[in-house]
């Protein structure tokens, strides 16, 4: 008898024990359902606060362009972000006639386009680039692309430090991983990092903005590598800009001499640390 009441016990005790892994097993189950409803949310979310941005920042746009001065039809028709070299040089040719008479109507026009894209990563700055080495000074055009990308690129960076993580985890989440591995490697000396970023093509401008505030870049060291780092290419599509109407695409404003300056500029720029990595070696 005694022994039949305590096979009976076992047998309770595993049949509870049963029971209580498969109700472990629900609420696993209701909990991913949960994180993963949750994350679907945080994306939903992400991207309707960047939809409601995205149009206060239109609105913006639209009231610079409304203090434009009055454009005739044809010239209206010309007055939009270019996506060809034909296009560059149609809007060239109306900037370029009010620019001295509505000379802060145009730069402050001109600024808040290029910032613009550069914060919503529409493509078409590159235009703008050579676009200021036809309208103004060279070292004027030159502070100007540079300080539209770096703000820019950091709004681009606030942007998605709001709302962008969900979204990396999502979509970029592989690429953000070895891009932070690569980061980190370079932490002590981050600004010369980002600076051959910039200079050389190995990451595009817009991955580069969205993924740094996830893997910890700060804001300073992100500005102001991005603003040094963006001037030598500046400097060729600045410098193909005084010659806007003999240029057909903006492939033509490369040339492999430009290119061979880009590559030493980039060399230079990640000198300052090998010489760093070799002289700690040496002092340990």
């Not at 008898?1 to 309770?12: P, S």
């Not at 060239?92 to 402050?108: A, C, E, I, N, P």
């Not at 950091?154 to 979509?171: A, D, N």
Request: proline content about 5%; glycine content about 6%.
């Amino acid at each position: 008898m005694a022994k039949k009441r305590r096979d009976k016990r076992e047998g309770d005790g595993l049949a509870l024990t049963q029971e209580e892994v498969k109700a472990n097993d629900v609420d696993s189950q209701k909990g991913l359902k949960v994180v993963q409803n949750t994350a679907v949310g945080s994306v939903r979310m992400s991207l309707l606060i960047l939809v409601l941005i995205f149009i206060g920042s239109a609105s913006v746009m639209y009231l610079v362009y409304r203090n434009f001065p009055e454009l005739s039809d044809d010239e209206m028709k010309k007055i939009k972000i270019p996506k060809d070299m034909e296009d560059a040089k149609a809007l060239g040719t109306v900037l370029s006639k009010y620019k001295d008479t509505f000379y802060t109507q145009v730069l402050v026009a001109y600024f808040t386009t290029y910032v613009f894209l550069q914060t919503f990563a529409i493509p078409g700055s590159i235009f703008l680039s050579i676009l200021s080495g036809y309208l103004y000074p060279f070292p004027l055009a030159l502070f100007l692309v540079c300080l539209c990308s770096g703000l820019g690129a950091s709004f681009c960076y606030m942007l998605s430090y709001l709302v962008g993580r969900p979204i990396v985890y999502k979509y970029l989440k592989e690429r953000a991983k070895k891009t932070s591995e690569q980061v980190d490697r370079h932490r002590d000396h981050l600004i010369n990092y980002i600076i051959f970023l910039r200079i050389t093509p190995f990451l595009p401008n817009w991955f580069i903005n969205i993924t740094s505030p996830v893997i910890n870049v700060p804001l300073g060291v992100f500005f102001i590598g991005t603003f040094i780092g963006v001037a030598p290419p500046s400097f060729v599509a600045i410098n193909a800009g005084t010659t806007l109407y003999k240029l057909t695409t903006a492939g033509e404003a490369v040339s492999w001499n430009s290119l061979a300056v880009l590559g030493i500029l980039a060399v230079i720029s990640i000198l300052p640390v090998c010489f760093q990595k070799k002289l700690r070696k040496k002092l340990e």
